[in-house]
């Protein structure tokens, strides 16, 4: 079968990853398999499937058009759609030939409304953890057109576990409030307070106005920033170190927490309703702390350095048994199974041309930079007003 992964960017956080894990197992499993982008690709190639772009950027309105204009040059059998908005409004658009499938790879509903207002254009639904898909599943006409596969990624060679390892700690969310930053200037704070002597390798990218932030606390010595790398620097960092500090206020699914599981690193995270829970499992594969205690949050770093021995082997076993890219193709090699049974779906705009694109109107954008720049330090600074909005997508 001709597979086709639509995706804006190879820079689109953990899609990126997953789409390429998917289409190395499809072109394993023998599908003439293409990766479609928005943007030209800057890091992605492949020798085994097709890496093709539009060679746009976000918010051209002739996107939808051009997108159309490339299906039809290169006719699909199925075609994935991963949260690229720009590409969205095509669906309905499509061939009765082209079978569809709208991936949903977060939570706040403008990553599945749109899968959802295009329910009858569509053979399925994917959601990337359950988190998600309770998030809409009740909302569908037709429940069974959902299927949940979690997301997988392959993995460097596993690592020695009997090697002694420092109390080192890993944090992966640059700058964003939303994964914690705020959170972990105030728990290295509470750390130092109670003499923890280890270091923070701090992942991700930083304005020179944060940068002065963790400078500021106490024993930043200790602190290493490493901005924006590529993933095998953070495999590498995970591998000699023991606790990754997974402090989203909410996280759809958690794929940086897989990744540094799979290297040994213990998740810490806060005790809240999202993909984390679906990955670890409270004190076996993971300790969390009640939302916004930072006191409670530093016992549980400690205890993870203390008691090290106990986790390691274990979060190792769960990541690389369960979110394997093996392990996430078996449940998209069993839906294409299923969609290719399928009667062909007459779509409700096929053979007229698709408008063009308009971006999503949020008010929010219209406050003054300086007015939402407060707004958004306001609530990441609260973990617990952050996670009640964690649905107000663009804040």
């Known amino acids: 079968m001709k597979l086709c992964w639509l995706l804006p960017s190879d820079k689109s956080g953990g899609i990126s990853p997953v789409a390429l894990s998917c289409c190395q197992q499809a072109a394993k499993a023998g599908h003439e398999t293409t990766m479609l982008l928005l943007a030209k690709p800057t890091w992605i190639t492949s020798d085994d499937f097709l890496v093709a772009s539009l060679g746009l950027h976000a918010c051209v309105p002739e996107t939808p058009t051009l997108l159309l204009q490339w299906l039809k ?10 949260s690229c908005s720009e590409f969205d409004p095509v669906i309905p658009y499509l061939p009765s030939t082209t079978k569809c499938v709208y991936v949903a790879h977060d939570a706040p509903p403008s990553a599945w409304r749109p899968g959802l207002e295009e329910e009858d254009n569509l053979e399925a639904m994917v959601a990337v953890s359950e988190t998600v898909a309770s998030k809409f599943r009740h909302l569908l006409k037709q429940p069974h057109k959902l299927s949940v596969i979690c997301n997988g990624t392959a993995f460097p060679q ?45 992942f991700g990218n930083l304005a020179p106005e944060f940068k002065k932030k963790i ?14 790398v590529q993933r095998e620097l953070i495999f ?24 540094a599981m799979s290297m040994g690193c213990v998740p810490v995270a806060w005790d809240v309703d999202s993909g984390t829970k679906e990955i670890a499992t409270p004190n076996t594969t993971g300790l969390f702390a009640p ?17 090290y021995q106990a986790f390691g082997a274990a979060v190792i076993e769960r990541a690389r048994s369960e979110f394997d890219e093996a392990v996430m193709w078996q449940g998209y090699e069993s839906l294409i199974h299923q969609i290719t049974k399928l009667k062909p779906i007459a779509r409700s705009k096929q053979g007229q041309q698709p408008p063009a694109f308009k971006p999503p109107f949020r008010r929010f954008q219209l406050l003054p930079p300086a007015l939402r720049s407060a707004i958004r330090e306001f609530i990441g600074r609260s973990p617990i007003l952050s996670y009640w909005l964690n649905d107000l997508h663009g804040w």
Not at 164 to 169: C, G, N, S
Not at 179 to 199: A, P, R
Request: glycine residues 6%; aromatic residues 10%; charged residues 20%.
């Open 73 to 82: 040059n290169n006719p699909q059998d199925l075609v994935f759609f991963n």
């Open 158 to 202: 596993k690592p020695d576990i009997n090697v002694e390892r420092q109390d080192d700690l890993i944090f992966l969310g640059g700058e964003n409030l939303v994964k914690g930053s705020l959170d972990v200037l105030n728990l290295w704070k509470q750390l130092v307070k109670q003499e923890f002597k280890g270091k923070l390798h701090w």
């Open 215 to 228: 400078e500021n606390l106490p024993n930043s010595e200790r602190i290493q920033v490493y901005g924006h």
């Open 236 to 259: 590498s960092t995970a591998a000699s170190a023991k606790v990754l500090l997974m402090l989203s206020h909410f996280e759809a699914f958690g794929m940086s927490t897989v990744e």
């Open 291 to 307: 939302l916004g205690n930072t006191e409670a949050l530093a016992k549980q770093v400690l205890y993870a350095c203390e008691n």
